[in-house]
């Protein structure tokens, strides 16, 4: 049986850019057909923005690589149109349990919170991921959107100009050059075009060797997050165990520092390591090994005058805590309607410095957060292992000391706090709420707020009335009237103790301003303030 | 918020010291390290306010005397 990742999805095709006698120009060209340059290619096609995708594969990612989906993620999916495929698909799990030594020390259980219409997160192999991406793509060109994929196009040179940026592609017929106005850079940890730039990515590098395994078996494990420190068939080290779809079970274990890593891949080292880990008895079929280290580092900008550095081009982080592919599907749910409105002359190119600045506000926090559980994980002295074993050996015991316990902080969305486009913000409403947040869903008549949102800025009045027709700083705005009376949830996350409140939400659904009344001119000002205009 | 306590409060400052030192009897150095941890965490759970633990640690780092940190 062929596997999804082992199909030809966009095969080599000449394209008559290549046989142009002046390098064709383009208004957007992302480089990389990963799960973020798909996410930035599909956002901006539906807002009309024609777009081009090279990439030097022409398939998804072989291997499960990010498995972890956050519910923001999934609310970005909703928007860009497969949200469903990946939720239909993905597993979801609530209860973890955390293992020492030989002794299971606890299980939790996640208890999500109620009133979203996306879980948590979900387990799915990043293939999927992709392929559900793709299968959108295909989707939009149907519609007639201006999208295109041009599989094994490597860019070689890259020359940034003021106002455009040259590309030299290679492709199997020979090289072409393309023009562009923007280039977005979603070409992974390695980014070649971070490369061709010359440009700096400074952070910290860990030493620790993992691997990865993902393994086909049929045994009955319960669909739950498993993390061992110090197990048995891992001295000294750490393992996971977690479940995907197709009984695909993926698992990683801590190495350590000084290893043989071409030796350690090979299927008679990696078997009898997972016989020790899951028993015997049980079968299972390899599908895939990999060896990874990582770094916790970031681009000091990312935005490059017309080049801008999207997902782990940007960033890296390490992989505790699933804040990878979830902070690169933010940064493109970030950066895309700002690029948008500058193509359409709507905001000022200065919006896109906005970008910047939040994007890298999200990535120093989840840059801090994945280096701190990796420092639980591998603790880098004695003492800092002293303390370890002491939380582990505590949480055992008591409540307490098990929120020390850190084998990942999952992803959430930044919060955008003092953020350049955020609007100072009203007394009495609730904080999750507050300017530069991400909106939080709630459950609206039969369905839900988040699917409720207008593509560009939507004013959300929440008992309070508001003209239907909506037209500010010479935008069409989208209107959502609702009421708090039946809905607790909607209170609660959108009044507190206020009885009333406006909100002003971005095309990426986050707040932008907020006021406990409608005043139309101060609406303006915030919009005209959350575009880069004033 | 109350300040840390830096004036006597201990009801019995020579009972306290004993009980610290026999719990450490017998242990080696790996595992009176660790009982070491493990009072620091219940403690400083039982603390809880993050100002007057930021004010305890610094306080630990400032009373070492001159030329023997680490020691």
């Given at each position: 049986?062929?596997?999804?990742?082992?199909i030809?999805?966009?095969?080599?095709?000449?394209?008559?850019?290549?046989?142009?006698?002046?390098?064709?120009?383009?208004?957007?060209?992302?480089?990389?057909?990963?799960?973020?340059?798909?996410?930035?290619?599909?956002?901006?096609?539906q807002?009309?923005?024609?777009?081009?995708?090279?990439?030097?594969?022409?398939?998804?990612?072989?291997?499960?690589r990010?498995?972890?989906?956050?519910?923001?993620?999934?609310?970005?999916?909703?928007?860009?149109?497969?949200?469903?495929?990946?939720?239909?698909?993905g597993v979801?799990?609530?209860?973890?349990?955390?293992?020492?030594?030989?002794?299971?020390?606890?299980a939790?259980?996640?208890?999500?919170?109620?009133?979203h219409?996306?879980?948590?997160?979900?387990n799915?192999?990043?293939?999927?991921f992709?392929?559900?991406?793709?299968?959108?793509?295909?989707?939009?060109?149907?519609?007639?959107?201006?999208i295109e994929?041009?599989?094994r196009?490597?860019v070689?040179a890259?020359?940034?100009?003021?106002?455009?940026?040259?590309?030299?592609?290679?492709?199997p017929?020979?090289?072409?050059?393309?023009?562009?106005d923007?280039?977005?850079?979603?070409?992974?940890?390695?980014?070649?075009?971070?490369?061709?730039?010359?440009?700096?990515?400074?952070?910290?590098?860990?030493?620790?060797?993992?691997?990865?395994?993902?393994?086909?078996?049929?045994?009955?494990?319960?669909?739950?997050?498993?993390f061992?420190?110090?197990?048995p068939?891992?001295?000294?080290?750490?393992?996971l165990?977690?479940?995907?779809?197709?009984?695909?079970?993926?698992?990683?274990?801590?190495l350590?520092?000084?290893?043989?890593?071409?030796?350690?891949k090979?299927?008679?080292?990696?078997?009898?390591?997972?016989?020790e880990?899951?028993?015997e008895?049980?079968?299972?079929?390899?599908?895939?090994?990999?060896?990874?280290?990582?770094?916790?580092r970031?681009?000091?900008?990312?935005?490059?005058?017309?080049?801008?550095?999207?997902?782990?081009?940007?960033?890296?982080?390490s992989?505790?805590?699933a804040?990878?592919a979830?902070?690169?599907?933010?940064?493109?749910?970030?950066?895309?309607?700002?690029?948008?409105?500058?193509?359409?002359?709507?905001?000022?190119?200065?919006?896109l410095d906005?970008?910047?600045?939040e994007?890298?506000?999200?990535?120093?926090?989840?840059?801090?957060?994945?280096?701190?559980?990796?420092?639980?994980?591998?603790?880098?002295?004695?003492?800092?292992?002293?303390?370890?074993?002491?939380?582990?050996?505590?949480?055992?015991?008591?409540?307490?000391?098990?929120?020390l316990?850190?084998?990942?902080?999952?992803?959430?969305?930044?919060?955008?706090?003092?953020?350049?486009?955020?609007?100072?913000?009203?007394?009495?409403?609730?904080?999750r709420?507050?300017?530069?947040?991400?909106?939080?869903?709630a459950?609206l008549?039969?369905?839900?707020?988040?699917?409720?949102l207008?593509?560009?800025?939507?004013?959300?009045?929440?008992?309070?009335?508001i003209?239907?027709?909506?037209?500010?700083?010479?935008?069409?705005?989208?209107?959502?009237?609702v009421?708090?009376?039946?809905?607790?949830?909607?209170?609660?996350?959108y009044l507190?103790?206020?009885?009333?409140?406006?909100?002003l939400?971005?095309?990426?659904?986050?707040?932008?301003?907020?006021?406990?009344?409608?005043?139309?001119?101060?609406?303006?000002?915030?919009?005209?303030h959350?575009?880069a205009?004033a | 918020?109350?300040?840390?306590?830096?004036?006597?409060?201990?009801q019995?400052?020579?009972?306290?010291y004993?009980?610290?030192?026999?719990?450490?009897e017998?242990?080696?150095?790996?595992?009176?390290?660790?009982?070491?941890?493990?009072?620091?965490?219940?403690?400083?759970?039982?603390?809880?306010?993050?100002?007057?633990?930021?004010?305890?640690?610094?306080?630990?780092?400032?009373?070492?005397?001159?030329g023997?940190?680490?020691?």
């Amino acid at each position: 049986m062929n596997k999804i990742f082992e199909i030809p999805l966009y095969p080599y095709a000449r394209h008559p850019d290549q046989d142009a006698t002046h390098p064709v120009r383009h208004k957007v060209i992302i480089i990389g057909a990963g799960p973020v340059g798909l996410a930035a290619a599909i956002d901006l096609a539906q807002r009309d923005v024609p777009v081009v995708v090279l990439d030097d594969n022409d398939r998804v990612s072989f291997g499960s690589r990010a498995i972890c989906f956050a519910k923001r993620t999934l609310e970005i999916l909703d928007r860009l149109g497969c949200g469903e495929a990946a939720v239909e698909k993905g597993v979801t799990w609530n209860t973890g349990r955390v293992f020492f030594d030989e002794r299971e020390i606890y299980a939790f259980d996640l208890l999500p919170e109620d009133g979203h219409k996306r879980p948590a997160f979900i387990n799915l192999q990043q293939y999927y991921f992709e392929q559900f991406l793709f299968e959108r793509v295909q989707q939009l060109v149907d519609a007639g959107k201006p999208i295109e994929i041009r599989g094994r196009n490597r860019v070689e040179a890259i020359g940034a100009h003021p106002d455009h940026v040259r590309l030299e592609i290679e492709t199997p017929e020979g090289s072409y050059e393309l023009h562009s106005d923007w280039l977005i850079a979603c070409d992974g940890a390695g980014s070649p075009t971070r490369r061709m730039m010359g440009l700096d990515f400074v952070g910290r590098v860990f030493e620790d060797n993992f691997l990865i395994a993902d393994v086909v078996m049929k045994a009955d494990f319960p669909t739950e997050r498993w993390f061992w420190f110090d197990p048995p068939f891992n001295r000294g080290q750490s393992a996971l165990l977690h479940r995907q779809p197709d009984n695909v079970w993926r698992i990683d274990l801590q190495l350590g520092c000084d290893i043989d890593r071409e030796a350690e891949k090979r299927p008679e080292r990696v078997i009898p390591r997972l016989k020790e880990m899951l028993g015997e008895e049980v079968e299972f079929e390899l599908e895939w090994v990999s060896i990874y280290t990582f770094q916790c580092r970031r681009m000091e900008r990312f935005r490059h005058g017309r080049v801008i550095f999207a997902g782990d081009a940007a960033h890296q982080v390490s992989p505790f805590g699933a804040r990878g592919a979830n902070s690169g599907l933010q940064d493109v749910d970030n950066l895309c309607w700002k690029l948008a409105m500058v193509l359409e002359g709507q905001a000022p190119e200065r919006l896109l410095d906005s970008y910047d600045w939040e994007r890298v506000c999200g990535a120093d926090e989840n840059i801090l957060n994945s280096t701190r559980s990796t420092d639980f994980i591998t603790p880098k002295s004695d003492i800092s292992k002293v303390f370890r074993n002491a939380v582990l050996d505590l949480a055992a015991r008591h409540e307490f000391a098990r929120p020390l316990v850190n084998s990942g902080r999952l992803s959430v969305p930044c919060v955008y706090d003092e953020g350049p486009l955020n609007t100072e913000d009203a007394t009495g409403l609730p904080a999750r709420t507050r300017p530069g947040a991400p909106v939080v869903d709630a459950p609206l008549g039969e369905g839900w707020l988040l699917d409720a949102l207008g593509q560009g800025f939507t004013l959300l009045a929440v008992d309070v009335s508001i003209p239907e027709d909506l037209t500010l700083a010479g935008f069409a705005l989208t209107t959502l009237s609702v009421s708090a009376e039946d809905n607790p949830t909607l209170r609660a996350r959108y009044l507190g103790d206020a009885q009333k409140a406006i909100y002003l939400i971005r095309p990426d659904q986050h707040v932008a301003a907020r006021w406990t009344d409608y005043d139309a001119e101060a609406v303006t000002a915030a919009l005209t303030h959350a575009i880069a205009k004033a | 918020m109350s300040d840390l306590k830096l004036t006597r409060n201990l009801q019995d400052p020579d009972g306290f010291y004993a009980n610290l030192l026999a719990m450490h009897e017998g242990l080696s150095k790996a595992e009176s390290d660790a009982f070491n941890a493990r009072l620091i965490l219940i403690m400083a759970n039982h603390i809880g306010d993050e100002q007057l633990l930021a004010r305890a640690l610094h306080l630990a780092a400032e009373s070492a005397p001159e030329g023997r940190h680490g020691l």
